[in-house]
C-alpha cells in the first residue's frame, strides 16, 4: 500500500516535470513572445539570482512580514473579540446580525478608505490587513463558541466556574476547530491583500515586484516572483495544516 | 425594557451611524478620509440617479460573472473528469496542488502585459481565482456519488458522456451550485480587488477615483454601494439555491 501510494505521487511529479517541459518547449519555440513567457529556465536563473543578491529576499521578507503582523494581530483581535461576543446570549443577538451584514463585503473595498485615513504607508498596509483578516477569525469564534454543547455550560454552571473560567477551559477548547479554520482562511486574505496593498503603496514586497518587473517587461523576474507568491501559499498552508492537526489531535482522538 | 425580537439586531448599527452623524455636525470634523452618515447618503444618491454608480455596477459584475462563466467551467469540467477517473486524479495531484496555493492578484502583472487595461485581463483573473473553489467541490461531489448509480449506469451500457450527462451531473447537481455560489462570491471580490489595484474600470475604480478627488462622502457611498452589492448577490445565490434544491443543498453545505 505504501509503495502505490509513492508511486502514485512519482507519476504525479513526473507528470509536472512533463509539463515544464512543455512550456519550455513552447518558450523556446517562441510560440509565445518571450516577452510575456520566459522559459522556466529563465525564470529559475532569475529566481537564483534574485536570491544570491539578496533583492528578491528582502521582498520576500517584506511580504511575509506584512503578513505576518497583520496576521498576527487580526487572530488576536478577531479571537478576542469573537470571545466576548460568542459567550455573551446578549451580545450575539444584537452584535452578531451587524456582523453577518458585513461579511459579504469584498474586504478590498476599503483600502481607498485605508489610505485616505493612514496614506501609501506601511501603517495603512498592516491596517488593511488586519481588517480583512479579522472577519474570518472573529466569525469563526462567534460561530464556534454559539456550536459549544449546552451540557458543557451547565457543567461550568455547577461547577461554579468564573465566566473568564468558562470561556478558557471549555469554549475556547471545544470552539477550536472554527477558530482555526477561520485562521486558515484568513492566511489566504493576508497573503492577497499584502500583495496588493504592496502593488498599491509601494511598499519593499513581492507585490511591488511583481509589478515593477511587469512594467519593465522583465518577464523572467516577474515570473520569479509569482512562483514566489506561490511557495508562499503553499507553505503557509502546510503550515496551518500541520498546526490544526497538531491542535486538534485530542478532538480526532474522541471522535 | 422589553424589544421586539426584530428591533433587537438592527439597533446596533443604527445607533452606530446616530452616533457618527452627531459627532461628526457637532466637531465640525474636516476630513479627507470621513463624512457623516447623511453626507453619504447623499452622495449615494446623486451617484445613483446621475448612472455612474449603476454602470460602474454593471461593468463590475459583467467582468465578475464572465469571470465566473470561464473559470468555473473549466473547473467543472476538470473536477468531472477528476472525481470520475482515479488514474487522472492522482496524476494531476502535483500539478494543481502546485498552481493553487498561486494568490489570484499575482497574475495581476501577468495579464496586464499579456491583456493590457480593462475587461480581458480582470476576467482572466476572476476566472483563475473561481476555478479552485469549482474544481474542489465538483471533485468531492462526484467522487462521493452514490456507487451504485454508476453501477446502473453501467449495466444500462450508457455512454461516457450520457453518463456524465444523465448521471453524475443530476446526483452531484446541489453541490455544484453550492460551489458555484461561492465562487461567485469570490469573483466579485477578486474583481472589485482587481479594480481598486490596477483596473481602471467599474466599481473598484470608481472608489479610488473618489478618494483621489478628495471626495470622502462619494468614497463611502461606493464603499456602502459594495457591500449592498455583495449582499445582495449572496442573498439571491442563498435563494435560489434554496427554492432550487431545497434540503439536497441543506446536506451539501454540511459536508
Known amino acids: ?255 | 425594557m422589553i424589544l421586539p425580537e426584530r428591533i433587537k439586531p438592527a439597533l446596533l448599527p443604527l445607533a452606530a451611524l446616530l452616533i457618527f452623524e452627531i459627532w461628526m455636525r457637532l466637531a465640525d470634523v474636516q476630513s479627507d478620509s470621513l463624512a457623516p452618515p447623511s453626507a453619504i447618503a447623499l452622495a449615494l444618491a446623486g451617484a445613483l440617479t446621475d448612472g455612474s454608480l449603476l454602470a460602474a455596477t454593471r461593468d463590475t459584475l459583467a467582468a465578475a460573472f464572465a469571470g465566473l462563466a470561464l473559470g468555473g467551467a473549466i473547473g467543472l469540467v476538470l473536477g468531472i473528469a477528476l472525481g470520475l477517473s482515479h488514474v487522472f486524479d492522482r496524476l494531476m495531484e502535483v500539478t494543481i496542488e502546485a498552481i493553487r496555493p498561486i494568490p489570484s492578484v499575482a497574475l495581476l502583472p501577468i495579464a496586464l502585459i499579456a491583456l493590457g487595461f480593462g475587461y480581458r485581463m480582470e476576467i482572466a483573473i476572476v476566472s483563475f481565482a473561481c476555478v479552485w473553489p469549482v474544481l474542489i467541490m465538483t471533485r468531492a461531489a462526484v467522487g462521493g456519488i452514490e456507487p451504485r448509480l454508476i453501477e446502473v449506469a453501467r449495466v444500462l451500457r450508457l455512454s461516457q458522456l450520457d453518463r456524465v450527462r444523465k448521471i453524475v451531473i443530476p446526483a452531484a447537481l446541489p453541490r455544484i451550485f453550492l460551489a458555484f455560489r461561492l465562487a461567485a462570491g469570490i469573483a466579485l471580490i477578486v474583481a472589485v480587488t482587481v479594480e481598486i489595484a490596477i483596473n481602471p474600470l467599474g466599481l473598484g475604480a470608481g472608489i479610488m477615483t473618489a478618494q483621489q478627488a478628495l471626495r470622502p462622502d462619494l468614497m463611502l457611498a461606493y464603499l456602502v454601494w459594495i457591500g449592498v452589492t455583495g449582499f445582495a448577490l449572496n442573498a439571491a445565490l442563498m435563494a435560489a439555491q434554496k427554492t432550487l434544491f431545497g434540503r439536497a443543498a441543506a446536506i451539501g453545505d454540511q459536508a
Open chain 1, 1 to 255: 500500500m505504501r509503495w502505490s501510494v509513492l508511486g502514485w505521487r512519482l507519476a504525479s511529479f513526473a507528470v509536472a516535470a512533463g509539463i515544464i517541459a512543455l512550456w519550455q518547449l513552447a518558450a523556446n519555440q517562441r510560440l509565445i513572445s518571450p516577452v510575456f513567457l520566459p522559459g522556466p529556465d529563465r525564470a529559475w536563473a532569475s529566481l537564483m539570482r534574485g536570491f544570491t543578491s539578496g533583492d528578491l529576499l528582502t521582498k520576500l521578507m517584506g511580504t511575509l512580514t506584512h503578513m505576518a503582523y497583520g496576521w498576527l494581530l487580526a487572530s488576536i483581535a478577531g479571537v478576542a473579540l469573537g470571545a466576548m461576543i460568542g459567550s455573551s446570549k446578549a451580545m450575539r443577538i444584537y452584535v452578531a446580525p451587524t456582523l453577518e451584514l458585513l461579511r459579504p463585503l469584498p474586504v478590498s473595498a476599503i483600502i481607498p478608505v485605508a489610505i485616505a485615513a493612514l496614506g501609501l504607508s506601511q501603517g495603512m498596509a498592516l491596517f488593511v490587513i488586519a481588517f480583512g483578516s479579522l472577519w474570518p477569525m472573529l466569525l469563526g469564534t462567534v460561530h464556534g463558541f454559539a456550536a459549544v454543547e449546552p451540557r458543557l455550560y451547565e457543567v461550568a454552571r455547577v461547577l461554579h466556574m468564573s465566566r473568564l473560567a468558562v470561556i478558557f477551559k471549555i469554549a475556547l477548547p471545544s470552539a477550536a476547530p472554527d477558530i482555526l479554520a477561520g485562521m486558515r482562511l484568513s492566511l489566504t486574505v493576508a497573503l492577497i491583500l499584502a500583495v496588493v496593498c504592496e502593488m498599491l503603496a509601494g511598499l519593499d514586497g513581492l507585490g511591488q515586484w511583481v509589478l515593477l518587473s511587469a512594467r519593465s517587461f522583465r518577464s523572467a523576474d516577474l515570473f520569479a516572483g509569482v512562483m514566489l507568491l506561490g511557495v508562499i501559499g503553499y507553505v503557509t498552508a502546510l503550515a496551518m495544516g500541520a498546526a490544526e492537526s497538531r491542535l486538534l489531535r485530542w478532538q480526532a482522538a474522541r471522535r
